[in-house]
């Protein structure tokens, strides 16, 4: 079979950080070429980057850590373009000057386009990841506050699970999400109901992974796939206070009305008022279906 008969899967995917919105259009491989696919287990990392940093220095660690992503996948990541390899990811990463707060304060815009390229299939997997400065007054500089919402994206967080699905697993966009977010929630410690600003009075390492587990339970009301419906709503009995408030959010997004019955319990007895009102408000924007004869 010669590459030039192979049509390459693409999942093209743009997320922005305000509304997490995303477009993503794939095309699905044969299994002839999934089978060419199933042998392919070393990547090599091709990263580009460009800032607006003085000296043209970044506090991004892009490369180090989409290695550690993509082994964590299974894959195994040569160092030298030299070395034998299956897979190829090429990564453009760009921070841009962004929008001007004071006479020296400045934002930073993120671009990071990620492509996973096979030597015959062309390419497999397209990501176009951005993030910008939102809140100056936070007390957290704009630059460090745009690279944490790079690094805590759940689709550069999760981008060996996005590699693996296109080789491998054959998963789509909500699966890859649901999948990585229920292992990362499974290695959570136990904690009683958090406060609001939780995150202040967190050590260094555990902050990240709370904030992709927030962000990926946004993301899956943004794509409004039913799939992710059963999820989120066990989630609503969740002892973080946050993920209920957000799951319930996410199936308000969905019109998951199939989830009525336990959003109706929260809007009655969560121990929170907010979120028991967002509840609330869910609930009368939920289309009422007919019930079934």
Same mark, same amino acid.
């Given at each position: 079979?010669?590459? @030039?008969?192979?049509?390459?899967?693409?999942?093209?995917? +743009?997320?922005?950080?305000g509304s997490l919105s995303a477009?993503?259009?794939?095309?699905?491989?044969?299994?002839?070429?999934?089978?060419?696919?199933?042998?392919?287990?070393?990547?090599?990392?091709?990263? @580009?980057?460009?800032?607006?940093?003085?000296?043209?220095?970044?506090?991004?660690?892009?490369?180090?850590?989409?290695?550690?992503?993509?082994?964590?996948?299974?894959?195994?990541?040569?160092?030298?373009?030299?070395?034998?390899?299956?897979?190829?990811?090429?990564?453009?990463?760009?921070?841009?000057?962004?929008?001007?707060?004071?006479?020296?304060?400045?934002?930073?815009?993120? #671009?990071?386009?990620?492509?996973?390229?096979?030597?015959?299939?062309?390419?497999?997997?397209?990501?176009?990841?951005?993030?910008?400065?939102?809140?100056?007054?936070?007390?957290?500089?704009?630059?460090?506050?745009?690279?944490?919402?790079?690094?805590?994206?759940?689709?550069?967080?999760?981008?060996?699970?996005?590699?693996?699905?296109?080789?491998? #697993?054959?998963?789509?966009?909500?699966?890859?999400?649901?999948?990585?977010?229920?292992?990362?929630?499974?290695?959570?410690?136990?904690? +009683?109901?958090?406060?609001?600003?939780?995150?202040?009075?967190?050590? +260094?390492?555990?902050?990240?992974?709370?904030?992709?587990?927030?962000?990926?339970?946004?993301?899956?009301?943004?794509?409004?796939?039913?799939?992710?419906?059963?999820?989120?709503?066990?989630?609503?009995?969740?002892?973080?206070?946050?993920?209920?408030?957000?799951?319930?959010?996410?199936? +308000?997004?969905?019109?998951?009305?199939?989830?009525?019955?336990?959003?109706?319990?929260?809007?009655?007895?969560?121990?929170d008022r907010e979120v028991r009102? @967002? @509840?609330?408000?869910?609930?009368?924007?939920?289309?009422?279906?007919?019930?079934?004869?």
């Amino acid at each position: 079979m010669s590459g @030039a008969s192979l049509l390459p899967c693409l999942l093209v995917i +743009g997320l922005l950080w305000g509304s997490l919105s995303a477009s993503a259009g794939e095309r699905t491989l044969t299994d002839a070429e999934y089978e060419l696919l199933r042998h392919a287990k070393t990547i090599y990392v091709d990263v @580009a980057f460009s800032t607006w940093m003085p000296r043209g220095k970044t506090l991004a660690d892009v490369a180090p850590s989409l290695r550690t992503n993509l082994a964590s996948a299974g894959f195994t990541v040569v160092r030298k373009s030299t070395d034998s390899h299956d897979l190829t990811v090429k990564v453009d990463y760009r921070e841009e000057r962004g929008k001007q707060y004071k006479i020296d304060m400045y934002g930073t815009d993120i #671009t990071c386009l990620i492509r996973l390229e096979h030597p015959e299939l062309g390419s497999l997997l397209d990501m176009t990841i951005r993030e910008s400065s939102a809140n100056p007054e936070s007390g957290t500089p704009p630059y460090l506050e745009t690279l944490e919402r790079f690094q805590t994206n759940p689709y550069f967080y999760f981008v060996g699970d996005f590699v693996k699905a296109r080789v491998a #697993t054959r998963l789509n966009q909500t699966e890859v999400l649901l999948q990585s977010l229920q292992r990362l929630m499974q290695n959570e410690p136990a904690r +009683g109901d958090q406060p609001e600003n939780v995150h202040a009075f967190l050590p +260094g390492d555990m902050i990240y992974p709370l904030m992709v587990r927030d962000n990926t339970i946004q993301e899956l009301g943004r794509l409004k796939d039913r799939l992710a419906v059963p999820f989120l709503t066990t989630l609503l009995g969740h002892n973080d206070r946050q993920v209920r408030l957000l799951s319930v959010h996410a199936l +308000g997004a969905i019109q998951a009305d199939e989830a009525r019955p336990a959003i109706e319990r929260v809007a009655q007895q969560d121990g929170d008022r907010e979120v028991r009102q @967002a @509840a609330a408000a869910v609930l009368a924007s939920l289309p009422h279906t007919s019930p079934t004869p």
